[in-house]
């Protein structure tokens, strides 16, 4: 009798463990299509494999799976194995590989904290905050005793982010009072409680923006650092010489070879905007502008002086659109070498404003270089 009985025993305890997706688990299959199931294959032929997983919420269930769907049969990693490997991805913040895994994990084993943990956090991740959330809840309703306290924190800050304050708060004093001596638990506890009430109050959602907006200062002054002083007077006036050549280029590909724009704006403007402030507001403060364009030579004199007007018209009023209270100095050049060989700049055209007669005056020094029979049609009244 008392064989009878320890074989029984023995049989109830195997038949407990095979219930639990946790101690027996042993093969993964993974199919042909791509996806994978991991179990306790129960029953193999030739033509067939059972294989018995855990569900979701408790007990198992036998899957027959074809061997023609069935592309390999690997031995599985232990728990804690994948668990730390889908850890790991969630760390990288490669999200949606972390939720598969974890999501796998939590089908298997629905009560261990840590997987349901991560599973939330990758979700949260992804902005979905509602099916976070409703992960959590589902383990508090499959533990109801002997729950982690780490688990519930997480779960309380969760609500605290979906706005019900008051149930962050029980949750963050349930999680406390699991382990009463754990110092350094009520700590925790006690610090996302006031946490809740100054993210209910706005001041912690100012607090981070405050620091998003020093962050975002802080990468565009290094990146206001490392202007190219050949094109422009700082980060502003290169980024206003890129515009004016692709405005050019839309009309004539050849025409501009070169664009520098000198900006100046009073000290406090200057080094505002250095430390990475609004660009628009440093703008607005800019007083004084010229523009210095290159041209392909060649290119600029087969235009008529209409045409040339045009341009030197088109590159004021666009520095004035981006530098309101300033009058832009625009001046088209050409390079060429002088008697020793070295590029000097020979002007072309200029555009100022004048302010007597509250007009833009463009002056064009085309008598050197200018086409003589098309001079001759034009004054005929011939184009």
Known sequence: MSRFLAALAFALVASLLALDGV????????????????????????????????????????????????????????????IEAAQRRLDMRMDLEAERDFRELVRENPRHARARAGLARALYNQGKLAEALKTLDHYLLLVPQGRDPQLMLLAAEYRMYAGEYAEAKNLAREA??????????????????????????????????????????????????????????????????????????????NLPVAARVEVRADARAEAAYARGGDAVEFQRAVDLVTVTITVNEAQWLRDYDHIKRQVVYGLYYQLKTRYPKATPAVTVVKREPDDKGRARQVDLARGTWDGKRAKLVVELWTPANVDRQRQAGLKSGKR
């Open 176 to 253: 406390a009072a699991l382990e009463p001596q754990n110092s350094a638990l009520r700590e925790q506890a006690a610090a996302l409680t006031r946490r809740v009430d100054r993210y209910r109050d706005g001041t912690e959602a100012a607090e981070l923006k405050a620091a998003q907006q020093k962050a975002e200062a802080e990468k565009r002054a290094s990146e206001r650092a490392g202007f190219d002083r050949t094109v422009g007077s700082n980060m502003d006036a290169c980024e206003a010489a890129a515009d004016l050549l692709y405005w050019m280029r839309e009309a004539n590909q």
């Open 23 to 82: 101690a027996v688990r042993a093969e993964t299959i993974y199919l042909k299509g791509g996806s994978k199931l991991t179990g306790r294959i129960v029953e193999q032929s030739d033509d067939w494999v059972k294989l018995e997983v855990a569900v979701e919420g408790g007990g198992s269930a036998v899957i027959s799976l074809k061997r023609s769907r069935i592309e390999r049969i690997e031995k599985a990693d232990s728990l804690d194995e994948r």
